[in-house]
């Protein structure tokens, strides 16, 4: 039987200091233990990201409450930017705003990936961990419980670990590693579709150019495109296509047809973008796909988080948010058992249902994003939704906050309860066009013995 982790003088090795691995760095810290944390890339308080990788991104609720819990949300607030809903752009230029929820605080916070990670690396440091860059994991031996890195000018460091934790992202070497050992049951399944990072810069004076507290979209059935707002009053727009579709990214690979397809179905956006001929010509189109692992754990050896474990199409704006509640569910699990190879069994079971379950909800949501905005049905199934939420408080919550809002409700049951509720929408909304066709007592009256009978 394995020793208790907290009692052994062994170490904790942490591969990859992205969102996940910097952030686990601090709990685990923070709880006593020894931590390295080994990163792929320089540091990046000294040297700049690699472009073209999501630069910004969406923060919910459930990202809010890990980051609380490690003390660390009023930093990341300082740089936060509140988005209230999303703004719908349409072919000709109209916009209309459609709130995420219906009170003033349900929002979701648009935070620069660069930024974040840093934040996280100094509280990470300030914790006592060792943080080690440039070092790319390369093999991992589990019988002698080493590690060996490469360095960017090949040289070679080994590094002895207790327990090792792969928050390398996507592609991970952690997982590969383990995956030579046993059978973990991994697999990919590609979109088909990638996506592509565009700028709209401040204006000449410094303001926005568009209104800094939506996320903007351009929905345009079967692609679309987003905007998220940056701090120095820029936008990151991030199109998303059909890879090898008509439209689609293959066949756009030239900048002046793409340049042209743009024009055609983004002229507004087109209009606020200056650097748009470097930007085709220097942004690569990014991958995205959904990995499914079926064992995370390696005895009491080796975890996987994060993307590593459960990368996810980004649609509902939860990849980090998931790997955030990951950290606090390990950190959590390791102080409860003393056995460990039990900790880790328990963080997967507690943590794969729910991966499985935002995995799913955020394919449904790409669906949303660039389809059903444009039904005038899903918008009435959306009022809806808000006057049995006041009805039945508590009770009636929309699937969209249940994920974003409430980090109390399980990725599991908020799927399965949203399921539920979208078999009722169906059939409140059946032959009506308005709310005011329809009788709220009655709908709130079924919808409370719908509830009940789930
Ligand atoms: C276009 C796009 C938009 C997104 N938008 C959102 C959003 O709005 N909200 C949200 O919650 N999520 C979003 N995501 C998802 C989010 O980016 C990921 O879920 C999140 O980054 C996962 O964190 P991680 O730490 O597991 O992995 P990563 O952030 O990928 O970090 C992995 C780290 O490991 C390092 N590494 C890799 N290999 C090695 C190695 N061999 N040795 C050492 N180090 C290594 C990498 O350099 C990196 O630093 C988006 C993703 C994409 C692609």
């Known amino acids: 039987m394995s020793r208790p982790l907290k009692w052994t003088s062994g170490r904790l090795a942490i591969v990859g200091a992205g969102l996940a691995g910097s952030l686990l760095a601090v709990l685990l810290a923070r709880r ?235 002229p507004d956006a087109l209009a606020l973008m200056p650097d748009l001929d470097r930007e085709l010509a220097e942004h690569p189109v990014g991958f995205l796909g959904t990995l499914y692992v079926d064992q995370w754990v390696l005895d009491d050896k080796a975890v996987l988080m994060g993307d590593a474990a459960h990368a996810i199409v980004p649609f509902h704006g939860q990849g980090m948010n998931a790997a955030f509640e990951d950290t606090v569910a390990l950190d959590r699990l390791l102080a409860e058992h003393d056995d460990r190879a039990l900790a880790l069994q328990a963080f997967q079971a507690e943590r794969k249902p729910n991966a499985d379950a935002i995995a799913a909800m955020a394919l449904d949501n790409y669906l949303e994003m660039r389809d059903r905005v444009r039904d005038p049905r899903f918008h009435l199934q959306k009022a809806l939704e808000w006057e049995l939420e006041k009805a039945l408080p508590g009770r009636f919550i929309p699937r969209y906050a249940m994920v974003m809002f409430h980090p109390e409700i399980p990725y599991a049951e908020a799927h399965q309860r949203g399921e539920h509720q979208a078999r009722l929408l169906e059939q409140l909304t059946a032959n009506h066009e308005s709310l005011e066709t329809i009788d709220l007592e009655a709908a709130s009256a079924k919808a409370r013995d719908w509830l009940a009978s789930a």
């Open 32 to 266: 006593g233990y020894h931590v390295d944390l080994f990163e792929r890339y320089p540091d990046p308080r000294r040297n700049t990201i690699p472009a073209g990788r999501s630069i910004n991104l969406a923060l919910a609720e459930r990202g809010r409450a890990a980051l609380h819990h490690a003390d660390l949300l009023e930093r990341v607030e300082r740089f936060a930017l509140p988005m209230a809903g999303r703004m719908l752009h349409d072919e000709a230029g109209k916009t209309r705003l459609q709130r995420y929820g219906q009170r003033a605080d349900e929002v979701i916070w648009s935070v620069h990936r660069g930024h974040l990670n840093q934040t996280l690396l100094d509280a990470a440091e300030a914790q006592g961990v060792v943080i080690h860059f440039d070092r790319r994991l390369s093999t991992a031996d589990f019988d002698s419980r080493r590690l060996e890195f490469e360095d960017s000018e090949a040289g070679r460091h080994r590094h002895d670990f207790e327990l090792v934790i792969g928050c390398d992202g996507a592609g991970s070497a952690l997982r590969q590693a383990m995956q030579s050992e046993t059978e973990l049951g991994v697999r990919e399944q590609a979109l088909g579709h990638g996506y592509l990072e565009l700028g709209i810069p401040a204006d000449r004076d410094g303001n926005f150019r568009m209104d800094p507290e939506a996320l903007h979209i351009w929905p345009r059935g079967g692609f679309m495109m987003i905007a998220l707002p940056n701090p120095d009053a820029s936008f990151t727009c991030t199109l998303f296509l059909e890879n090898d579709g008509s439209p689609g990214f293959r066949q756009l690979q030239d900048p002046a047809d793409m340049r042209a397809f743009l024009e055609r179905e983004f």
